[in-house]
């Protein structure tokens, strides 16, 4: 079963990445030092490193039920950031949040998740998970707010390649059951 390429909330509009998306994830937030910190995903660097991105997404897209999603604002159209899912089986997917930092703070990220929940559900998913730096607290409380809680064991070894490339690093690894009901 596919997942909608388009998901609404309250307050954001959730999308499919498409090509043309380039300057703005790049402009965004894909570029920025601040943003990109803790993320599993190294910084762009150049508008290409964008376009890959790009093209990973549209595979994703093609080979599982979604891949990842960009946040927009509904009123003005404006690139907030980004969401989805990366799979590791028909049941189960990794996903994460990245926003922009004019758009920090303004419980964006948890609408965006829980909107990730109910579609992960809607394709039956039966697991998510998500990584996190030990100290980007905000993050932490985006997933607790979203009923993930820690794994068992809680960390994973990941690396955060704008804090410390090639480094091996603890992350907590945070899960949510996500079947119908849960």
């Known amino acids: 079963m596919k997942a909608p390429a388009h998901v609404d909330t309250a307050r954001l509009i959730l999308r499919a990445p498409t090509l043309d998306d380039a300057a703005a994830i790049f402009e965004r937030y894909a570029s920025d030092p601040e943003v990109t910190r803790f993320l599993g995903w190294p910084?762009?660097?150049?508008?290409?490193?964008?376009e890959a991105f790009l093209q990973f997404s549209i595979e994703e897209w093609a080979r599982w039920p979604a891949g990842p999603y960009l946040i927009q604002a509904p009123a003005?159209?404006?690139?907030?950031?980004?969401?989805?899912f990366s799979f590791q089986s028909s049941q189960e997917a990794?996903?994460?949040?990245v926003l922009a930092r004019d758009a920090w703070g303004q419980g964006f990220a948890t609408e965006a998740l829980t909107a990730i929940v109910d579609v992960a559900r809607g394709i039956g998913l039966s697991r998510l998970w998500a990584l996190c730096h030990p100290a980007h607290r905000p993050s932490q409380r985006v997933l607790e707010k979203c009923s993930f809680v820690l794994d068992d064991p809680p960390t994973r070894s990941t690396e955060f390649p704008n804090l410390a490339p090639g480094v091996q690093q603890d992350a907590f690894c945070y899960i949510r059951l996500v079947a119908a009901g849960v």
Do not use: F, K, M, S
């Open 76 to 84: 003005d159209g404006r690139l907030l950031g980004g969401t989805g």
């Open 43 to 50: 910084r762009h660097q150049a508008i290409q490193d964008t």
């Open 94 to 97: 990794a996903t994460g949040y």
